[in-house]
């Protein structure tokens, strides 16, 4: 794999959120990628996934089957990316049109310990999205690349994956740990439940 840019991860989670502008929905995996997604923009639309590794790509598949002229949008980390690499293989059998998969790679379980990943030395997710099905898979070459991936039209293709490799700095914020009141709001902002005290 080519030397690519390293990016950081809250600056890229803050350019996203700050393209929103159509009521996306945004899943954001455990720790820091959900606690970035916070910081950046707390709406309706955003899911916080708690305490459970490799889940945001699959609720996200899971909401844009259900509401497909929405945009949805999973952000996820390396290592949960790799424990659910067939659900990747699901989205390349299914191909739903309004999804695009964040992937934030710095080859570190950071939160644990900063163990390496497979990514961190010879997994390349980007190919591992390729080979499953999902031929719209792109590392980010740069910030315009990135807002311009993010803001596309469905019409265009999908779903896209995009892999960024990031550095190891920690999360902006910390999500409040209250997985009913999460849950409850992001119905409420799916059109499909009754909202929470962090309404708003």
Request: include cysteine.
């Amino acid at each position: 794999m080519a030397e690519l840019t390293l990016f950081n991860r809250t600056e890229l989670t803050m350019r996203l959120v700050a393209k929103l502008t159509h009521e996306e929905a945004v899943v954001g995996g455990i720790g820091n990628t959900n606690f970035d997604l916070f910081a950046a923009g707390h709406r309706p639309q955003n899911f916080y996934m708690l305490g459970s590794m490799g889940l945001a790509v699959p609720i996200a598949l899971g909401v844009a089957i259900a509401q497909p002229e929405r945009g949805v949008i999973a952000l996820e980390g390396d290592g949960s990316i790799l424990m659910s690499l067939g659900c990747l293989a699901t989205i390349g059998t299914v191909r739903p049109r309004n999804l695009t998969i964040v992937i934030m790679d710095n080859g570190l379980y950071q939160i644990t310990g900063k163990q390496v990943t497979a990514t961190g030395t010879n997994t390349d997710i980007v190919a591992v999205a390729r080979g499953v099905g999902l031929a719209n898979s792109h590392w980010v070459r740069d910030h315009n690349h990135f807002d311009e991936m993010i803001a596309r039209r469905f019409d265009e293709g999908g779903p896209v994956l995009l892999a960024a490799k990031i550095d190891d700095k920690p999360g902006a914020g910390q999500t409040p740990r209250d997985p009913a009141l999460i849950r409850n709001r992001f119905m409420k902002g799916l059109g499909t439940g009754r909202g929470g005290a962090l309404d708003g």
